[in-house]
């Protein structure tokens, strides 16, 4: 228990520094949302007076005149209760709202991306590193650097053109257009048909993650206990996975979450180029329009799911190192 709360107190400190970074360095950024709002009301046919732009200000919250300590406690208030502000770019849809859009659509790439890779990635590693030396390593760990080397929006191009443009797999959307499925295993069919490149992309990117369960093993294969395992006839499959794997899984764990950071932002720029309707797309919108509100939401969002990642990661070692469950 001491352990549990000595992390989550740190997570803690870690959120509060987040929040306040995400208030601040988007107001650094060049441009007025308000300004850009009133501009496209202008273009729309808007009548644009004085008592418009106080109006628009105070919709927003956006009041000029307000100290900046107090829009940025006003801030972290909304956060707890649930109140993210309007978006500028969705108006008039909430912050919350417009993340919601793109949430469930990108949790479900890198959930999916996230179980298949250390699944992959685990399994490689422990067979290259028991028979490290061979054709098999050499090939596996040589074809794994080689494509988490290639950067992501260039793995998604190749998948796009190769694959997509052939026909034999969608290059964009989350689901057909216009499509009424009978019923709903159908509807799961179709969605799992339009994430396989993008998922296959992240996959692909993700690959070094071999080369950190392989060197994990090779040293666990290395300690006097797996000797004394093979002297005393202990059988073979026993060792690898029972003994080696076990251990060797524990810093992996530990990555896993530090993963979710790489993953999120890798796709982001995924889902622009299959136009898959993620955080992705929401997230450029708001750039492009400036969106204050709907930035913070976003990074907070993201920022939320990494420490949580993190802090559950803790939590899995605990209970998988024994070590640390006898720390006083």
């Not at 228990?1 to 988007?26: C, D, E, G, H, W």
């Not at 107090?70 to 649930?82: A, H, M, Q």
Request: with cysteine; glycine share 10%.
């Amino acid at each position: 228990m001491k352990y549990i709360l000595k992390r989550l107190s740190f997570y803690i400190v870690a959120f509060v520094a987040a929040i306040t970074l995400n208030f601040f360095l988007p107001r650094f950024m060049p441009g007025d949302p308000v300004q850009m709002f009133i501009g496209d009301l202008y273009q729309s046919g808007g009548k644009i007076d004085e008592a418009t732009i106080r109006a628009v200000e105070e919709m927003f919250g956006y009041n000029t005149d307000e100290p900046l300590i107090v829009t940025y406690f006003k801030y972290v208030g909304g956060i707890f209760t649930g109140d993210w502000g309007l978006s500028f770019k969705y108006y008039p849809q909430t912050v919350t709202d417009a993340i919601s859009r793109g949430l469930g659509w990108t949790l479900f790439l890198m959930g999916t991306s996230l179980v298949l890779g250390f699944i992959i990635n685990s399994l490689l590693g422990i067979l290259v590193a028991w028979r490290r030396g061979g054709k098999m390593d050499t090939g596996v760990t040589v074809t794994s650097q080689i494509l988490a080397n290639i950067p992501a929006v260039v793995t998604a191009l190749i998948l796009s053109l190769s694959l997509g443009h052939t026909g034999l797999l969608p290059t964009g959307y989350a689901v057909t257009p216009l499509y009424f499925p009978a019923t709903q295993w159908d509807y799961i069919k179709d969605v799992i048909y339009h994430a396989i490149l993008p998922v296959s992309c992240i996959l692909i990117t993700g690959l070094g993650g071999v080369m950190g369960m392989r060197a994990n093993m090779i040293n666990q294969l290395g300690e006097d206990y797996i000797t004394m395992g093979i002297a005393k006839g202990v059988p073979q499959h026993k060792i690898m996975i029972g003994y080696s794997a076990r251990n060797a899984l524990l810093p992996v764990v530990t990555s896993l979450a530090m993963q979710v950071g790489f993953l999120l932002g890798g796709s982001l720029i995924i889902e622009q180029v299959f136009n898959y309707p993620g955080l992705g797309t929401v997230m450029v919108n708001a750039i492009n329009g400036r969106d204050y509100p709907l930035m913070q939401g976003i990074l907070l969002m993201s920022t939320t799911l990494m420490l949580t990642a993190n802090f559950l990661a803790d939590i899995a070692i605990l209970f998988l190192d024994p070590r640390i469950r006898r720390q006083k």
